[in-house]
Nanobody, 124 residues
Framework: VQLQASGGGLVQAGGSLRLSCVAS????????IAWFRQDPGKERDVISC????????YYVNSVKGRFTISSDSAKNTVYLQMNSLKPEDTAVYYC??????????????????WGQGTLVTVSS
């Protein structure tokens, strides 16, 4: 299994970015895919996760209404559309995969596979 994250960059506050996570070696039907972010010296926290089979699209409160997670099974890709970005969104963003659950999977240690991080920097 491999996850390849991309799409990070430098953007001004109020701007948008779209992150992509291409998965190989797994089926979206049997996995939950999540986006985490991590600030230096802090823990890696989930910000959004999706499981199309279980009908789950979860967002942490700080990104609700601004970020949208979506998936394209044909491309085995999960996207995170990030709008109205704020300086506090600056972090390294990771995608991860965990075996599917009927509830949102929120703990990093429950995820089996991780992509490399992609840096998002939001300037004020």
């Amino acid at each position: 299994v491999q996850l390849q994250a991309s799409g990070g960059g430098l953007v001004q506050a109020g701007g948008s970015l779209r992150l992509s996570c291409v998965a190989s070696g797994l089926s979206f039907d049997t996995y939950t895919i999540a986006w985490f972010r991590q600030d230096p010296g802090k823990e890696r926290d989930v910000i959004s996760c999706t499981s199309t089979t279980a009908g789950i699209a979860y967002y942490v409160n700080s990104v609700k209404g601004r970020f949208t997670i979506s998936s394209d099974s044909a491309k085995n890709t999960v996207y995170l559309q990030m709008n109205s970005l704020k300086p506090e969104d600056t972090a390294v963003y990771y995608c991860a995969a965990a075996e599917i659950s009927l509830e949102p999977t929120l703990a990093a240690n429950e995820y089996d596979y991780w992509g490399q991080g992609t840096l998002v920097t939001v300037s004020s």
